[in-house]
């Protein structure tokens, strides 16, 4: 079972992620999570990374998959995942299954913003209106080329993610169901 979940920052990946996960019993994985501690632990890959998270731009594939191939192979031979904020560019997405489901948490870009400014994780890219508007255009550049890919799979499902995150949940479920 693999799931990867697209959507703009602030659609609400992580809380989806976490709840889909769980429900389906296997492991969720979010890559900015993963890049994060990597980057806050002081490695030499970690202090490759940092500048890259701070600026909102995507970490390079390279470094990118040293830190979530592991992770990701690991989950696999447990059963499965849900990815959240992988795969982003269409490089990263020829690393996974072709038979993965892709789940879009569809969101308008004022209303991820509106979201984004409003969230208090502590997050220095979630401060700056400046580095939110580049995370947005790097998501339509990079990562919504993917919207088309898992389409032309018939392996999409795309989901009106402003709603309740109960009421979004519900509809990745029913929307997993309807295809089982
Ligand atoms: P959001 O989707 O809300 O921006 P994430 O926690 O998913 O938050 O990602 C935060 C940052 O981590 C991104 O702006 C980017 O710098 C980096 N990142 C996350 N996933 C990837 C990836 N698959 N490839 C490259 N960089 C990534």
Same mark, same amino acid.
Do not use: C, N, W
């Given at each position: ?17 976490? @709840? ?19 980057? $806050?632990?002081g490695? &030499? ?37 849900? @990815? ?11 690393? @996974? ?8 948490? &569809?969101?308008?870009?004022?209303v ?8 208090d ?30 389409? $032309?799979?018939?392996? @999409?499902?795309?989901? &009106?993610a ?19």
């Open positions: 079972m693999g799931i990867v979940l697209l959507g703009p920052p602030g659609s609400g990946k992580g809380t989806q992620g976490r @709840l889909l996960a769980e429900r389906l019993g296997v492991r969720h994985l979010s890559t900015g999570v993963l890049l994060r501690d990597e980057a $806050s632990s490695t &030499d890959l970690g202090r490759k990374i940092a500048p890259y998270l701070d600026r909102g731009e995507l970490a390079p594939d390279d470094l990118t998959m040293a830190v979530v191939e592991p992770a990701v192979a690991a989950a696999r031979a447990e059963g499965g995942y849900v @990815l959240d904020g992988f795969p982003r560019t269409l490089d990263q997405a020829s690393h @996974l299954p072709e038979d993965d489901i892709a789940v879009h948490l &569809d969101l308008p870009d004022d991820a913003r509106v979201r984004l400014a409003e969230r994780e502590g997050r220095s890219d979630d401060d700056d209106p400046t580095v939110i508007d580049h995370r947005l255009r790097v998501y339509h550049e990079r990562t919504a080329p993917l919207l088309e890919l898992y389409g $032309s799979r018939g392996r @999409l499902i795309t989901v &009106d402003d709603q309740p995150p109960e009421a979004v949940a519900g509809a990745i479920a029913a929307a997993l169901e309807a295809r089982s």
